[in-house]
């Protein structure tokens, strides 16, 4: 029977448990023993990569590409349909990552993409770094392309927040997409739920997505009632924010990204103005997630 590899990062006040042979993804973030995010059960295998709970990096792109193609300098390209008919939130969290460096609060891991793997023809590394503060989580993304061309990426967080109180939210942002990711809007418009960081709003608690347009790169979530709450700071790299609540209650996620759903082939239809992040050979880009916990 095959024995599952938890790394523990932990200080006073935070405690932190990661998978590195599950995608990289955080299983676990307790601070002053409130679950910040909703823990992956860990006693069936089977069940924790498809378990919505944790966090987990997203790399090459995130959310869907649809039918699983795009064109990109003037080619096209077809990847795995690892959500039929589509792709989507990239290769990272498919995969095992290797462990670099780690101390009793710090841990380094990275994930090496082989060309055409999962359909990506492109070679790249993924580097996560995780970094527990007295009062706060720091998660850095590096991603460098190792292969021969120009790469187009996107790439960001994926974390499932534990739903178990009135949520409130304060953040800026200018646009939202119209329509579920699902959907793969084409259009924005003026925001509808305005979570403006001085006032702030209730999450809605139906099942919907928003994909909002120039993050201002702070966001504040409260639980009111639990009195916690966390700020997230991101890198300007960041600049599109995810809200997502399922059909249950039982978590909701708030996901900093670089590009909106099916941004690739936004860029190639010039839909809003959207533009593609690219790599050249041998060049990398990094970003800093930063989660402040505060009571």
Known sequence: MKI???ITL???????DLLPEIGGRISSLIFDDFHVLRP??????????????????????????KNAKFRFNGLEYNLNQNAFPHAIHGHGYLSEWSIVEQSSSSVILIYRHETDKFGWPWSYEITQSI????FSCK????LLNNSKNIMPFGFGIHPFFNFNDEIKLRFNASREWVGQPED?????????????????????????????ENFSGKVQIIWPNKKKKITMKVDKIFNHLIVHVPKTDEYFCIEPVSHPTDGFNLMQGKKENSDCNFLIPNKYISGLIELDLEK
């Open 184 to 212: 793969f809007p084409t259009k924005t418009k003026p925001i509808e739920n305005n979570f403006n960081f001085r006032n702030g709003k209730a999450l809605w608690n139906n099942e919907k997505t928003v994909c909002y």
């Open 4 to 6: 599952l590899k938890v």
């Open 40 to 65: 992956i059960p860990l006693h069936d295998l089977k069940s924790i990569q498809l378990f919505k709970g944790g966090s987990f990096p997203l790399a090459p792109f995130s959310n869907r590409i």
């Open 139 to 142: 998660i850095e993304l590096k």
């Open 10 to 16: 932990q200080n006073k006040k935070i405690k932190l």
């Open 131 to 134: 970094y527990l503060t007295p």
